[in-house]
């Protein structure tokens, strides 16, 4: 749940974002007529080209969904964290679960492709995957966390009434050990598999495929940040995001940014355990 203001700043970012790429993926068309010799998605590892006109549709679908869905509410002062904050987490990682599957079964069912070997999970090379997941988690840890830093240092100027994100304020706030174990769940498990099968197999993926890696990991990583429903963390998550979609490009397994944002989530939840002492 977010407040007026900011819901506003939110949903009118995922406006213009929304008919950006929609003008984008015209603009690249055009190019590609005019271009044809050049293979504008077909860099790096992550397979683009199986994704074809419904998934477009499918994409531009799930934006409308998201946008008609973003609801502003005034947060309430009660106590953060108790059952109402329960059965929400819970409802909230169902709805993640659900989505994921059925995007899954679609890709499957519908589309006849086969997700392990869209997503490059046929075949893991573990030895080289464990390289790049420790080179990209020294430099996530340090880059986003430094960009949240200075967001924050910069909000305060701009915005002081900014309230930090809502799951991490109930976090902070809760005293029950059952809704500090969903929030880890949550957190390190359920977003790891649901956002990064959304987002860097799918969204990523399909603006790939009619448009080049660049522009897919910009404005995948901007929907991924907005939807998340916190101006003041808009930027890093948008750094982080670009980070995921860098490390699904060399390695072209959708298995390396799942286990950086665990772990990413993993080190946010520790330092926030270890801030309440």
Known sequence: MVDASTFAVLHDLAIFVS?????????????????????WNQEGQVLSRPYGAPDL??????????IFAMQPQETSGGASGGAASDSSLIISMAFNLIM??????????????????LFGLEHLPWRSLGRVVAVFTVLILISVNLLSALSVSWLQDVWPEAQPQEMVKAFQESSGI???????IAAVVIAPLAEETMFRGFVYGVLKRYTDAP?????????FAIIHMHVGSMLP????????????????????????HAIFNAVSIIAMLFGER
């Open 100 to 117: 994921c599957v059925g995007l899954l079964l679609y890709l499957f069912q519908v589309r006849g492709l086969n997700p392990a070997e």
């Open 57 to 66: 549709l499918v994409l531009a679908g799930l934006g409308l969904f998201f």
């Open 178 to 184: 059952g809704f500090k174990v969903l929030v880890i």
């Open 215 to 223: 522009f897919a990991a910009l404005s995948s990583s901007l929907m």
């Open 19 to 39: 008919i950006a790429t929609a003008l984008s993926l015209l603009a690249y068309r055009v190019m590609r007529h005019l271009r044809p010799e050049i293979s």
């Open 237 to 260: 998550l948008f750094m982080l995001a670009v980070l995921f979609c860098l490390a699904y490009e060399i390695t072209g397994c959708l298995l390396v940014p799942m286990i950086l």
